[in-house]
């Protein structure tokens, strides 16, 4: 579904990116992690074409997205930090977001377990962080789109609203989706992921599935896992 070849990105002097190669297919919930400043981020902005990387290809479904932008209406993106116009409501960003897309059958489940309708006079600058973390995981599944990418997805929700979008997450990777999740929060990810991608330096230090990450080190825990790979200075 997603075909990274030989991406590398310079910011200057300095190399973000450094020759990664990584193939994404459907039906997977892969996590990405790795220090701060590994090119985790640089790396997702380059999938969604915010950043045009230095050299390399990023396949989307069988087309190169280089000078095309029609792949993204199959991405569902949350970020870590939303930023949404100060005066508008979430019932106006949602309408808004529901006329620029024009779905026929918008996924609306988000939006009811999270009660968003009871707040849609709510400006957005009055929001706390967990109801604009709400918002944007909202507008990421809206569409039902074919890939999610989800940045830190459940930091700043309360536990029940953390535990509703880990359901939501489970149930579209049951129907085939491919979705892409960063998060410092290893704990929260154990019941999610199917794989793992481990970034440092720019480089991928490991791709594992997570049934090989557990056998290889005798870990069930899935950070105790990441932590005897580090040690053991094993690769990919």
């Known amino acids: 579904m997603i075909d990274i070849r030989h991406i590398s990105k310079n910011f200057g002097k300095f190399k ?3 020759d990664i190669n ?6 997977e919930c892969i996590a990405l992690i790795g220090p701060n400043g590994c090119g985790k981020t640089t790396l997702i902005k380059s ?3 915010i950043v045009l990387p230095s050299k390399g290809d990023i396949i989307f479904m069988g087309q190169n997205i280089a000078n095309s932008f029609q792949y993204r209406e199959h991405i569902g993106y949350m970020p870590q930090i939303g930023r ?3 005066n508008m409501t ?3 960003i949602i309408e808004m977001m529901k006329e620029i897309r024009k779905s026929s059958a918008p996924d609306e489940a988000l939006l009811h377990q999270f009660q968003l309708r009871t707040l849609f006079d709510k400006k957005m600058r009055t929001l706390s962080g967990g109801t604009t973390q709400k918002v944007s995981a909202t507008l990421a599944f809206l569409f039902n789109p074919d890939v999610l990418i989800l940045d830190e997805p459940t930091a700043g929700l309360d536990p029940l ?3 509703i979008l880990k359901e939501k997450i489970i149930e579209e990777k049951q129907k085939g989706k491919l979705i892409l999740i960063t998060s410092h929060l290893l704990s929260e990810l ?3 992921i199917t794989q793992l991608i481990y970034m440092q330096d720019g480089k991928i230090r490991f791709h594992k599935t997570i049934e090989a990450l557990k056998r290889e080190t005798g870990e069930e825990k899935i950070s105790k896992s990441i932590s005897m790979m580090l040690k053991s200075g094993r690769n990919e």
């Open 16 to 18: 973000v990116l450094d």
């Open 22 to 27: 990584l193939t994404c297919s459907k039906g």
């Open 47 to 49: 999938i969604l074409g």
């Open 84 to 86: 949404y116009p100060d």
């Open 90 to 92: 979430i019932g106006q």
């Open 161 to 163: 609203s953390a535990d």
């Open 190 to 192: 154990d019941d999610l």
